[in-house]
T-cell receptor, first 112, second 112 residues
């Protein structure tokens, strides 16, 4: 019963590098979300998806891109890493109806 | 602008005390209010509230929603050191997609 799986758990990037944060869920949930959490702050929504092929911007989408080619996978792409993107990134999925979100364990990303 | 405000920002209590955490919100198209507990990793789900005046209870934790005054409280009775965590409030909205807005959290420390 894997739930929501995020990889990698930790990563250090240099300024200007790019990378993809992976997120996969095995609950057949249509709704998926990417959040970032800065120290001492709540979660800010970056992008979300209501189903395969459909994505939309959240509160803080600048500097990020997403795709949703399958129900299971929702990768987050950083094209030109900047120090302001140092954060912990959480992926979540949600089932139909009034259900809470299920969160992955997070990816801690540092950009130096 | 949609927003969720939690108070207090932090709280230090002794074991056995009772605490009340507050969450107020201003959002359009309210769908649900959720409470999460976060201990260094991913948030774990506590309660989902959709209707006013109906208390949700789980052991020593309880929560209630007031949709007229736009707030919720989370009560923890007979606190234990294991209750030490950040408690997050999130409000879900209906719209072109399902979005969630998180507060900055209340950091609770329970000392023996």
């Amino acid at each position: 019963n894997a739930g929501v799986t995020q990889t990698p758990k930790f990563r250090i990037l240099k300024i200007g590098q790019s990378m993809t944060l992976q997120c996969t869920q095995d609950m057949n949930h249509n709704y998926m979300y990417w959040y970032r959490q800065d120290p001492g702050m709540g979660l800010k929504l970056i992008y979300y998806s209501v189903g395969a092929g459909i994505t939309d911007k959240g509160e803080v989408p600048n500097g990020y891109n997403v795709s949703r080619s399958t129900t299971e996978d929702f990768p987050l792409r950083l094209e030109l890493a900047a120090p302001s993107q140092t954060s912990v990134y959480f992926c979540a999925s949600e089932g139909p109806g009034y259900q809470p979100q299920h969160f992955g364990d997070g990816t801690r990303l540092s950009i130096l | 602008e949609d927003k969720v405000v939690q108070s207090p920002l932090s709280l230090v209590v002794h074991e056995g005390d009772t605490v009340t955490l507050n969450c107020s919100y201003e959002v359009t198209n309210f769908r649900s209010l959720l409470w999460y507990k976060q201990e260094k990793k991913a948030p774990t789900f506590l309660f989902m509230l959709t209707s006013s005046g109906i208390e949700k209870k789980s052991g020593r934790l309880s929560s209630i929603l007031d949709k007229k005054e736009l707030f919720s409280i989370l009560n923890i009775t007979a606190t234990q050191t294991g209750d030490s965590a950040v408690y997050l409030c999130a409000v879900g909205t209906w719209g072109t997609g399902n979005q969630f807005y998180f507060g900055t959290g209340t950091s609770l420390t329970v000392i023996p």
